[in-house]
């Protein structure tokens, strides 16, 4: 059994390669299973037959087991090409490029620059933009609604995927789930719980030079939403903050 069999199995199959040899991720049978929508079984199955044939390494982790790619790099670069899944450029993402990203998708954000409207997409924007509001509340504001611009297109197994990558988790789980309150479409709720880590048990600001004053730790603690709360966040904008740029700007019909 060769790789051909995956790339014309099924398109979950397919996914199962891209997640492992095109994205590079290290992940347990279980996380890959939710990610491709593969049976747990079916998943197993076929990460043991990869790993028989040299083509993944197994790594125990405490009671876990974690499967990479030890596939050779012209293996990898093929495999990128069949699947039309390379999401990658020689161009540096700066904070002014995904900013600009994220208005050429809806969000509701004044930018100056005006990169090329090919990358990154839209998966890799929702994350980094994720990330990038923790330095800049106007783009806090405006992800739910690109977020809820976007959900037709939006490829949720990717996304969940580079969460991981970029460490976003919680910050995409936090926007995801607000989403979902704010339009009423639990969908987004639904893909915010597979971002939840439950281990995490402290409170941390979400804003960075959030500011340490008396003051304004009062401020963050009278205007932190509920939501950000069971996020672990703290922050200092209101959750009818968010409502109100919400119904402003999100023109998607439901």
């Known amino acids: 059994m060769g790789l051909n069999e995956y790339l014309f199995k099924s398109n979950r199959h397919q996914d199962l390669l891209r997640i492992l040899f095109v994205e590079d991720q290290e992940l347990t049978a ?9 049976p747990y079984a079916t998943t197993h199955s076929e990460l043991e037959k990869l790993a028989a044939q040299g083509l993944l390494q197994a790594r125990k982790e405490g009671r876990h087991v974690l499967f990479k790619s030890a596939a050779p790099e012209i293996t990898r670069q093929l495999l990128t090409e069949l699947l039309g899944a390379s999401r990658r450029s020689t161009v540096a ?3 002014s490029t995904v900013k600009a990203r994220l208005q050429d998708f809806g969000a509701p954000l004044v ?14 924007v929702l994350v980094r933009g994720a990330l990038l509001a923790k330095k800049d509340p106007s783009i806090a504001r405006a992800i739910p609604v690109a977020i809820h611009q976007n959900a037709e297109r939006l490829d949720s197994r990717r996304l969940l995927v580079l969460a991981r990558k970029h460490q976003a988790k919680q910050e995409l789980g936090f926007f995801l789930e607000l989403t979902s309150e704010l339009s009423g479409e639990k969908s987004f709720a639904k893909l915010a719980r597979a971002l939840k880590d439950r281990r995490l048990k402290d409170d941390r600001d979400f804003f960075e030079n959030q500011g ?26 209101s959750f009818e903050t968010f409502q109100s740029t919400f119904q402003r700007f999100s023109r998607r019909v439901g």
């Open 30 to 38: 279980y996380s890959l299973a939710q990610l491709t929508e593969l």
């Open 212 to 237: 340490a004053s008396e003051y304004q730790r009062r401020l963050t603690e009278r205007n932190t939403p509920t939501l950000a709360k069971k996020w672990k966040f703290r922050m200092n904008m």
């Open 93 to 95: 993402i700066t904070d």
């Open 111 to 124: 930018v100056e620059d005006t990169p090329a409207k090919s990358y990154p997409d839209l998966e890799e």
